[in-house]
């Protein structure tokens, strides 16, 4: 499975001499078999992000596209953040499950600040539990099943090396 993540409103965005700037976006989009989606949750980035959400369907080969939409607060959007970003997506894009991805500045900080992952930094981030939603429910492949008893041997697993 290919999986691509861009900004929408970066990647397909037009160029008018060649060569084209974003070729290898668009080439990738193209190749693609799942692409996620990423917009920023204020008036300006869902504008921007609505303004590509068109180009972006012309520019890709596949129907498996998850919209995420990043940074949801409601000092940006209003009260009811996340309503306010669902409807807007739904009445201006057409998009019905969008992952929101809440706001966590001081998460993001404590990530930043240490040099450490939001994992390590600050485990129960509401930015985290939104991320791990969308890789758990859209980006994971279902688990392997093991035949008989016991784990068996998972594909994903390495050996432990004989000593």
Avoid: Y
Wanted: charge should be positive; charged fraction near 25%; include cysteine.
């Amino acid at each position: 499975m290919t999986t691509r993540c861009v900004p929408t409103h970066s990647a397909c965005s037009i160029d008018l001499f060649a060569p084209r700037r974003n070729a290898a976006t668009l080439t990738a989009l193209r190749s693609a078999d799942h692409v996620v989606a990423c917009g920023l949750a204020d008036p300006v980035g869902l504008a921007r992000f609505l303004r590509s959400w068109a180009e972006l369907g012309e520019a890709v080969s596949t129907d498996r596209v998850s919209v995420v939409m990043n940074r949801v607060r409601p000092s940006a959007v209003g009260i009811d953040a996340n309503r306010q970003v669902v409807a807007a997506l739904r009445r201006f894009g057409g998009i019905h499950a969008p992952f929101l991805v809440p706001h966590d500045q001081s998460g993001a900080d404590a990530a930043v600040l240490t040099g450490r992952t939001l994992r390590d930094a600050a485990p129960k981030s509401p930015a985290r539990t939104g991320i791990l939603r969308l890789v758990h429910r859209e980006l994971l492949p279902e688990p392997v099943r093991a035949r008989g008893r016991g784990l068996g041997r998972m594909p994903w697993r390495r050996r432990a090396p004989a000593l």
